[in-house]
Structure formats: structure tokens, C-alpha cells
């Protein structure tokens, strides 16, 4: 089992600074412990965005989030919001320069999606 590295505690309003999205604010709170460390995060659909993802590279991070459906940088065809389109046990991958995004449909009304960035 790991040791817990950091931990920030968040103590609902006033806990992070205003103008800035609570998921960014303790990502890279949580991070600045192990930046430049090539480690590699997973994280849950709350903290992912893609500027995240390509921030983590330049602190030589990897990171395998999951991501939540309605992400405006996915294409419609990818995330098949209404389950129909696709059959199940498919997989689709999208390939950008330093980012991978897998979306698999592992049920008639579930599709599950992972980046992951290198």
C-alpha cells in the first residue's frame, strides 16, 4: 500500500480561491509535491479537463482520468449520449499529439471514457 503524498481539505465556501474552479485549484495544490517526478495520477471525471491534462504534461506528469460524457472537446460521434449508435463492447479511441481518449460501451446504456495523456 502507498502513503498518502498530500491531502487538501476542502471545507465548502471560502476553502478555494474566488475565480478559480475548485477541481483546478486542488490539482495543482495536490501536485506541486511530486511536479517534474514523471509519476503517474488517476483521477475520477471531477477533476479531468483537458487544459489539466495538457498542464500535467509540462510538470512531467502523466495522467489516466475518467472523463465525464459531456465534455464539449469530444465529438458527438464519441460519446453517443443517447446509447444507441453504437453496439455493445465497442471501443473508439481518438488520438491527439501527446493525449489518447478511449470510449467503450460496456453496456445498452453505459459508455465509459478514460484519457490519458504521455
Do not use: C
Request: proline content about 4%.
Amino acid at each position: 500500500m502507498q502513503p498518502i503524498i498530500d491531502a487538501k481539505v476542502y471545507l465548502e465556501k471560502g476553502t478555494v480561491p474566488t475565480k478559480t474552479p475548485a477541481a483546478d485549484y486542488f490539482v495543482n495544490e495536490l501536485i506541486k509535491t511530486i511536479e517534474h517526478s514523471n509519476r503517474n495520477i488517476t483521477m475520477d471525471n471531477w477533476f479531468s479537463s483537458l487544459s489539466m491534462l495538457k498542464e500535467s504534461l509540462q510538470n512531467n506528469l502523466t495522467v489516466i482520468p475518467t472523463v465525464k460524457i459531456n465534455k464539449s472537446e469530444l465529438p458527438n460521434k464519441f460519446t453517443d449520449k443517447k446509447f444507441q449508435n453504437r453496439q455493445t463492447g465497442s471501443s473508439m479511441f481518438l488520438f491527439d499529439k501527446y493525449l489518447i481518449a478511449v470510449s467503450y460501451k460496456a453496456n445498452w446504456k453505459m459508455i465509459v471514457f478514460i484519457e490519458h495523456n504521455e
